[in-house]
């Protein structure tokens, strides 16, 4: 069974960058036909995609975010990376790390999540 | 960007009755990349429905999805206590993943 597990500082001063993990168990993170993907969402708010990477390591970005994103994967720890340069308090969300589940070519839905972490941003 | 717009933002409704939320996209949208969501307080979103209407593992066949274009439907056919809960509708498009804002299904 897949577990995605975020880890990170739970809190980050403005201006700063954002730096999180997620720490895939039970699959290969360079094996299949996935996109592993981080998405986030402010308290009481709905959810906002922030990019994604395959197993190739070709990445894309939310335009409205790409200026600041990176995403990497380090495939001799099975982990998935996140970093979100000069931060404000518009960036204080839970963030998660999911999989994007393609078979043939066809999307099978996202899944599974890890459970998120909660990354305030202020001094 | 391709928005997606849920309706109703509230659906009160008792256990046993039926639920029908509604995803409506600004442009038309490929049905491969069309998925809905359950999120619970404090958890993460759940896989329910992708393709439009098949349902992911484990996922009761009470939840079905339908619609093409630029409308899309979650159907419940009979609420149980613990499809109380907010959902999301999901699509990729214009190389970005998008989702709704989302319909809380409530107690009445």
């Known amino acids: 069974q897949v577990q995605l597990q975020e880890s990170g500082p739970g809190l980050v001063k403005p201006s700063q960058t954002l730096s999180l993990t997620c720490t895939v168990s039970?699959?290969?993170?360079?094996?299949?036909?996935?996109?592993w993907t981080w998405i986030r969402q402010p308290a009481g708010k709905g959810l906002q995609w922030i990019g994604r990477?395959?197993?190739?390591?070709?990445?894309s970005y939310n335009p409205s975010l790409r200026s600041r994103v990176t995403i990497s994967v380090d495939t001799s720890k099975n982990q998935l990376s996140l970093k979100l340069s000069s931060v404000t308090a518009a960036d204080t969300a839970v963030y998660y790390c999911?999989?994007?589940?393609?078979?043939?070519?066809?999307?099978?839905?996202?899944?599974?999540w890890g459970q998120g972490t909660l990354v305030t941003v202020s001094s | 960007e391709i928005v997606l717009t849920q309706s109703p933002g509230t659906l009160p409704l008792s256990p046993g009755e039926r639920a029908t939320l509604s995803c409506r996209a600004s442009?038309?949208?490929?049905?491969?990349?069309l998925a809905w969501y359950q999120q619970k307080p404090g958890q993460a979103p759940r896989l329910l429905i992708y393709?439009?209407?098949s349902r992911a593992t484990g996922i009761p066949d009470r939840f079905s999805g339908s619609g093409s274009g630029t409308d899309f439907t979650l159907t419940i056919s009979r609420l149980e206590p613990e499809d109380f809960a907010v959902y999301y509708c999901?699509?990729?498009?214009?190389?970005?993943?998008?989702f709704g804002q989302g319909t809380k299904v409530e107690i009445k």
């Open positions: 999901q699509q990729y498009g214009s190389s970005a993943w998008t």
């Open positions: 990477i395959y197993t190739s390591g070709r990445t």
């Open positions: 999911a999989r994007e589940i393609f078979s043939s070519g066809w999307y099978e839905g996202t899944d599974p």
């Open positions: 039970g699959d290969s993170i360079s094996g299949g036909s996935y996109y």
């Open positions: 393709g439009v209407s």
């Open positions: 442009q038309s949208v490929s049905s491969t990349y």
